[in-house]
């Protein structure tokens, strides 16, 4: 499925281990003046919860590469909790693609809205700083295999466009 060897000795991993979700609850100080969070600051925690889900996949540090698509359908406003759902769509020698998609959840009945999505690239780093290999990201089921292909088809075109 991948051109990544991975390090060796290294078992594949699935998308569903890198998994991480976060909640918030969003408060005064992260709204703008109109009651709705700061686009800055949902793009923070978007870049945390990938990272989480890029560490998990290499269990080692990672540096963001870059944020190449990120889209809000909706306004979070003052108050309302927001998840955030990330995990690795696939993965190179030493770089990988996470998704995130962020909701907003109604607590009284627990109905989710899609708010954004993003795609962030992180390469894994050694301790010297350097480019690392990463395992081999082994999609299981339809749905990751369809991420798989589209995260494999966003890298080429980005690396198109260079």
Known sequence: MSDNRGPAGAMPVSPSSTVCEMT?????????????????????WIDICAAVAAQRFC??????ASMDSLTFEAPVKLGEVMV???????AGRTS??????????????GARVHTATA???FVAVDDAGKPAPVPVLS???QVEKRR???A???????LASR
């Open 24 to 44: 918030q609850i969003i408060m005064p100080g992260q709204c703008n003046s109109l009651g709705t969070v700061f686009g800055g600051q949902v793009m923070a």
């Open 59 to 64: 269990r080692g540090p990672v540096v963001t």
């Open 84 to 90: 955030l759902r990330g995990q690795v769509n696939w």
């Open 96 to 109: 990988m693609e996470t998704g995130v998609r962020v909701e907003v959840e109604n607590m009284a009945t």
């Open 119 to 121: 795609y962030l690239t």
């Open 139 to 141: 999609p299981e089921t």
């Open 148 to 150: 798989f292909a589209e």
């Open 152 to 158: 494999a088809e966003r890298r080429r075109q980005r």
